[in-house]
């Protein structure tokens, strides 16, 4: 069992930038895959990225490409996802999950999510 706390959500302006941590607690950090995923009202959650347990692959929708960024360090048992240039559709709640495939790219290679964290960007 692992347990998943996003946080770092919030309102910002068009072209600004944020960062969102998960903390995980339980299961060993090290065995997940970790993977973040956005819901926007009305809409189904959608896929960002994903990193592998070691950090050493990572993929991206092509909508994040080039402005979110994923890490992961399993000593402390967080993954981070850096968000540049942000803009408003990228507005939703962000929600971090763990599983164990790879690629990892739908829900239903996840077991474990948080909570989410609302982001607002503002035009």
């Known amino acids: 069992q692992v347990q998943l706390v996003e946080s770092g959500g919030g309102l910002v302006q068009a072209g600004g930038s944020l960062r969102l941590s998960c903390a995980a607690s339980?299961?060993?950090?090290?065995?997940?895959?970790m993977g973040w995923f956005r819901q926007a009202p009305g809409k189904e959650r959608e896929f960002v990225g994903s990193?592998?347990?070691?950090?050493?692959?990572?993929s991206y929708d092509d909508s994040v490409k080039g402005r979110f960024t994923i890490s992961r360090s399993n000593d402390k048992s967080t993954v981070s996802l850096q968000m540049n240039s942000l803009k408003p559709e990228d507005t939703a709640v962000y929600y971090c999950?763990?599983?164990?495939?790879?690629?990892?790219?739908?829900?239903?290679?996840?077991?474990?999510w948080g909570q989410g964290t609302q982001v607002t960007v503002s035009s």
């Open positions: 990193i592998t347990w070691d950090g050493g692959l990572i």
């Open positions: 999950a763990a599983g164990t495939r790879w690629p990892a790219e739908v829900k239903d290679d996840y077991y474990y």
């Open positions: 339980g299961r060993s950090f090290d065995v997940y895959v």
